[in-house]
């Protein structure tokens, strides 16, 4: 059908379309209050499973991850909440957030009754916040709404949206693991619509995410002082080769699709400047062709050795990290509708994080079978710092089987400044020169810290068992929607 108004996202909402939109959530189906998916350690839950054809359209996610220090006065069975919102100054309770918990919790996609996940990646990154550092930001696709109080907190809470478009044919399925070892609470909304036809399948490309790390990125100086811009590190880089070691944020061979950006994240460990790193990405017929080094050397400075290279320069060639970033004279603190800063330097623990985002959604960078996208770490990959990025494009379904890979949780914690309560040496006042009282409250302390835990864990495997029951459901209550609307068609 002809659109009238055009295709723009401004225009969508006043042309008629045939689908029916619905929504998968954590609601309380027992009519009460207790509206979170809990998830225990080590076990995973489905948050949606849908039947299509369909596209979500809307993700909603607030979560959080406790780590309980003392006895609070309220026991968790008696209190309806899925945490303690109190100061721990009050004693009323002793608990904080995980510092790390956005990094050991993973979201997984599943399309169309594909065995591997199109979509894999540490919770709080796939929704662009980096580091498990709290912080607001909007753009397009994604925003974060994080409490004033917990801005830049690592572990801080924060409420998620994307709104990316997620099509589908015949299923579409979304799951969290929880790799901590602490017990994970997930609110959620899922947005869907569905359609009477399925998409073509000759134009449907699937979303993807995947998430990856270097820490630290293999830079070439083996003295980490040298600094940034210095005349010491201007050498060429004219093959961006794994040789030169650059920084890959996307690698897909096999399909077709279209990479629509990502979110990058940066601990620097010089103090100066994280960036000068060119983007350098190539795409289809850039592997196919050969550049012979002998001509390159005549050509710059490069040393050719006669050997053949992809194709030199690629389709894109960058001329900075900032500039990739659509941003200018380093990074600057602003969050536009496709590029922006989400965690600046200068306003960062230690001036040493970075979290910036660059979406290509008006300008897609295309491919029809192969495409490589990545980043110096420093002119010419001087610099070892910490590097993680989360890559998001669409592409056909990898007919092969090999799935997309994650690091293990061990190696996905951030580098951060201690913010965990630490113990003081240990008093120099032996258990002997205590007053019975003093023991009493000693004594006293640790049987409530006990019969806390032992509350709140029952507290939370109830939570978790009803959790498992509400996601079958939501199974069903998908079905039953799905039903009713093709039933109302064929009257």
């Keep these: 059908m002809t659109s009238i108004l055009g295709s723009g996202l401004m225009a969508a909402a006043a042309q008629h379309k045939v689908c029916r939109t619905a929504r998968v959530s954590s609601w309380d189906q027992s009519g009460l209050n207790e509206d979170a998916f809990v998830v225990l350690p080590g076990q995973s839950i489905t948050l949606a499973d849908i039947e299509g054809p369909g596209t979500i359209t809307h993700l909603w996610f607030v979560q959080t991850c406790r780590k309980i220090l003392g006895p609070g006065l309220i026991p968790y069975s008696k209190s309806g909440v899925a945490m303690m919102e109190v100061h721990n100054a009050l004693g009323l309770n002793y608990e904080i957030s995980d510092p790390d918990y956005y990094r050991k919790v993973l979201i997984k996609m599943y399309w169309d009754n594909s065995e591997t996940p199109s979509v894999i990646a540490p919770i709080g990154d796939f929704f662009c916040l980096g580091h498990s550092m709290a912080a607001n930001f909007q753009s397009l696709p994604f925003t974060v709404s994080v409490k004033p109080s917990e801005e830049r907190a690592f572990g801080g809470s924060a409420a998620f949206n994307c709104y990316l478009p997620m099509p589908f044919n015949s299923r579409a399925r979304i799951e969290i693991e929880n790799q901590n070892d602490e017990a994970y609470i997930q609110y959620f909304y899922i947005d869907y619509e569905l359609y009477p ?118 389709s894109f060639h960058g001329t900075g990290g900032e500039d990739y970033f659509s941003q200018g004279w380093g990074m600057q ?30 300008d897609p960078v295309r491919f029809e079978n192969k495409i490589k996208v990545t980043l110096e770490h420093g002119h010419a990959n001087h610099l070892s710092d910490d590097w993680s990025t989360t890559a998001y494009w669409y592409q056909t379904l990898n007919k092969s089987g090999k799935g997309l890979t994650i690091l293990p949780v061990d190696q996905r914690i951030p580098r951060k400044t201690e913010i965990t309560p630490k113990a003081p040496e240990k008093s120099t006042v032996s258990e002997g020169q205590l007053s019975e009282l003093q023991r009493k409250m000693l004594k006293q302390r640790q049987d409530r810290f006990d019969e806390f835990v032992a509350d709140r864990n029952s507290w939370l495997e109830r939570r978790a068992k009803d959790s498992k029951i509400r996601a079958e459901n939501n199974v069903q209550i998908a079905k039953d929607i799905r039903s009713r609307w093709l039933a109302s068609r064929s009257k």
Excluded at 207 to 223: L, Q, V, Y
Excluded at 343 to 358: C, G, L, M, T
Aim: with cysteine; glycine share 8%; proline share 7%.
């Design 333 to 362: 603190k602003n969050a536009y509708p496709f590029c922006g800063t989400i965690i600046h330097e200068e306003d960062s623990p230690n001036k040493a994080y970075q979290v910036s985002y660059r979406w290509h959604l008006p």
């Design 197 to 314: 036809e399925p998409h073509p399948t000759d134009k449907l490309l699937y979303f993807h995410a995947s998430w990856n790390r270097s820490n630290p990125t293999p830079g070439w100086t083996t003295d980490p002082s040298v600094q940034t811009n210095s005349l010491e590190t201007q050498i060429p880089n004219l093959d961006g080769a794994d040789t030169t070691r650059n920084y890959t944020i996307l690698e897909v061979d096999g399909a077709a699709g279209s990479y629509i950006g990502c979110n990058h994240s940066v601990t620097h460990f010089q103090g100066t400047w994280w960036g000068e790193g060119d983007d350098m990405i190539w795409v289809d017929d850039d592997f196919d062709a050969t550049t012979d080094t002998a001509t390159l050397s005549k050509l710059s400075k490069f040393q050719g050795s006669g050997r053949k290279l992809n194709a030199w320069p690629p």
